[in-house]
Nanobody, 126 residues
Framework: VQLQASGGGLVQAGDSLRLSCTAS????????VGWFRQSPGKEREFVAA????????YYADSAKGRFTIFRDNFKNTVYLQMNSLKPEDAAIYYC????????????????????WGQGTQVTVSS
């Protein structure tokens, strides 16, 4: 499966962005999806995960209360709604897919994902 991440951009602190991860495959409902991010000099870190049917939602502590992950399998797309953005949220955001995955806490592990999108840049000015 090929993943296309989009929706990044330059925003001010406190603003919102909605990222999209669209898959090229018609069986996207068989994949759990995770969002990760990486900023310069740092390791790639987990942000949020969602199971195949929209359950199994799990967030990193940094995302809880501000970010929402959801999906529309008819559109082969998983979204990450990001509100109240902070300068420390600035990073390249990547989506990843795990065949027959469940999301949840196990979805926070990078090694579970064999399919990755190319990333979309999020910049947050203070």
């Amino acid at each position: 499966v090929q993943l296309q991440a989009s929706g990044g951009g330059l925003v001010q602190a406190g603003d919102s962005l909605r990222l999209s991860c669209t898959a090229s495959v018609g069986t996207f409902s068989t994949y759990a999806v995770g969002w990760f991010r990486q900023s310069p000099g740092k390791e790639r870190e987990f942000v949020a995960a969602i199971g195949r049917s929209g359950g199994g939602i799990y967030y990193a502590d940094s995302a809880k209360g501000r970010f929402t992950i959801f999906r529309d399998n008819f559109k082969n797309t998983v979204y990450l709604q990001m509100n109240s953005l902070k300068p420390e949220d600035a990073a390249i955001y990547y989506c990843a897919a795990e065949k027959y995955g469940y999301g949840g806490a196990s979805g926070s592990q990078l090694g579970r994902y064999s399919h990755w999108g190319q990333g979309t840049q999020v910049t947050v000015s203070s």
